[in-house]
């Protein structure tokens, strides 16, 4: 069974830091891409992050770039999201989701974490 | 960035009536769209992905079709269950891109 289990998310101030991680389980992790999606209170999905199965290839939107970094660490089967700079504007729920099919880069997502919450606020 | 506008923001329907959502993208993403649901204080799942093909395990009464720039995620009948948000997303281009949702509501 596919598990995807987020966490780090919580308080911190404008201007701060915070590493939001995804435990994954239930299937070969080096092989598939993974992506972070995060929705603001009361809105819509808004896709942040992407990698690659081997880690090799990142991909990010623009609100995030230069400021966000994603990572995995295929040895603990373990996504990573370091976000750097944070804005209230980045405040949101922040999900890792698998690919569907095992290729290079992120196409859809079959299996999403149940969510960690960042609020970005003094 | 592609921008996919999704339409119309709200469907108030009744249970057994069909549901036609729409998704417009502002540049051609051929096939490669997806359509998600999401319920209040769940996850998004996965529908219908590459414009018409259901995810494992999705019921025949959600069907996708469309091409280039116009999509549409249609329920033939709609089940108590099928309340719900849905988004639209394209995988054509960097960075990938959500709609901003239809939400289907009961009438």
């Known amino acids: 069974e596919v598990q995807l289990l987020e966490s780090g998310g919580g308080l911190v101030q404008p201007g701060g830091s915070l590493r939001l991680s995804c435990a994954a389980s239930g299937f070969t992790f080096n092989l598939y891409a993974m992506a972070w999606v995060r929705q603001a209170p009361g809105k819509g999905?808004?896709?942040v992050s992407g990698?690659?199965?081997?880690?090799?290839?990142?991909f990010y939107a623009d609100s995030v770039k230069g400021r966000f970094t994603i990572s995995k660490d295929n040895s603990i089967n373990t996504l990573y999201l370091q976000m750097?700079?944070?804005r209230a504007g980045d405040t949101a729920v922040y999900y890792c989701a698998k690919d569907r099919i095992a290729?290079?880069?992120p196409y859809f997502f079959d299996y999403w974490g149940?969510?960690?919450?960042?609020t970005v606020s003094s | 960035e592609i921008v996919l506008t999704q339409s119309p923001a709200t469907l108030s329907l009744s249970p057994g009536e069909r549901a036609t959502l729409s998704c417009r993208a502002s540049q051609t993403v051929t096939t490669f769209l997806a359509w998600y649901q999401q319920k209040p204080g769940q996850s998004p799942r996965l529908l219908i992905y590459d414009a018409s093909n259901r995810a494992t395990g999705i019921p025949a009464r959600f069907s996708g079709s469309g091409s280039g720039t116009d999509f549409t995620l249609t329920i033939s009948s709609l089940e108590p269950e099928d309340f719900?948000?849905?988004y639209c997303q394209q995988r054509s281009n960097w960075p990938r891109t959500f709609g901003q949702g239809t939400k289907v509501?009961?009438?």
């Open chain 1, 84 to 86: 750097n700079s944070l």
């Open chain 1, 103 to 105: 290729a290079s880069v």
């Open chain 1, 51 to 58: 990698i690659s199965g081997s880690g090799d290839a990142t």
């Open chain 1, 114 to 118: 149940q969510g960690t919450l960042v």
């Open chain 2, 84 to 86: 719900a948000l849905y």
């Open chain 1, 45 to 47: 999905l808004e896709w």
């Open chain 2, 105 to 107: 509501e009961i009438k």
